[in-house]
């Protein structure tokens, strides 16, 4: 699947580029690029907190991503894909059983740059923010954890709307070619936050891990070990890329 998401960026920034060198007559920048990413508030965390329903357990890692920049007067406008994926292992209760997990973010995402360019330097900061959609995948294996089956166990495919900012700086290396250095911090979502029951003829812990649930659990005063996602979750994240940025 990665090899599948590269040469779409491969494809996307080709595309993008040679649209921008057959009108001069407008700023068009396109490239691509990756860097890292890391969880922050709720989709941070450990495996046991996975189990607990506390957080996503889930540690930093990668990020792929195209990029576009057009040029209008003083305002840039961006557009961005990003594929992130996340992992992490370990214990679902201190000395028992094991959980791996992996979870996989696609964000389309869109808005406004404001430039602040330094005289007569190679270097230009600049300021952006944007809204986003997030598609999300991924899937958690069990193995001797208490209550739920072993085996591998796919996430149910969601979406979200969210937000974000970033700063970063554009380094140029001839009339074509620039750096993109960024930084963004990305809400992924802040909204339709929604509880998700996979198997609803049947009423198992299982379920709780099989969709995104970032929402409560309506059934939670039911008590027991089948419902313990107890309170709201937000999906946060922090990536830092390097883009390679072709175009006027």
Request: hydrophobic share 40%; charged share 15%.
């Amino acid at each position: 699947m990665k090899f599948h998401w590269i040469s779409t960026f491969v494809f996307f920034a080709i595309f993008l580029f040679s649209v921008s060198t057959a009108d001069a007559q407008i700023s068009l920048q396109a490239g691509i690029g990756g860097g890292m990413v890391s969880p922050l508030s709720d989709y941070s965390g450990t495996t046991q907190d996975f189990y607990s329903g506390k957080n996503y357990g889930l540690s930093s890692g990668y990020i792929l991503h195209a990029k576009a920049r057009l040029g209008l007067l003083a305002l840039n406008v961006f557009a961005q894909i990003d594929y992130s994926s996340l992992s992490n292992e370990g214990e679902s209760e201190p000395g028992k059983g094991r959980i791996d997990l992996t979870q996989n973010v696609l964000s389309i995402k869109a808005g406004p740059e404001f430039s602040l360019g330094l005289p007569l330097l190679p270097i230009k900061p600049y300021l952006n923010a944007f809204i986003s959609f997030n598609s999300f995948s991924g899937e958690t294996i069990f193995n001797g954890v208490a209550k739920v089956p072993s085996g591998t166990h796919k996430l149910e495919p969601a979406s979200r709307i969210g937000a974000g900012g970033g700063i970063g700086a554009i380094i140029n290396f001839g009339p074509m070619m620039k750096l993109d250095l960024g930084i963004q911090y990305n809400m992924l979502n802040l909204f339709r936050k929604t509880w998700g029951d996979a198997n609803p003829a049947k009423d198992q812990r299982l379920d709780s891990y099989l969709s995104l649930n970032d929402e409560k659990d309506p059934l939670i005063n039911l008590g027991g070990d089948e419902h313990f996602i107890s309170a709201t979750r937000s999906i946060n994240t922090l990536q830092i890329t390097a883009t390679l940025m072709f175009g006027l």
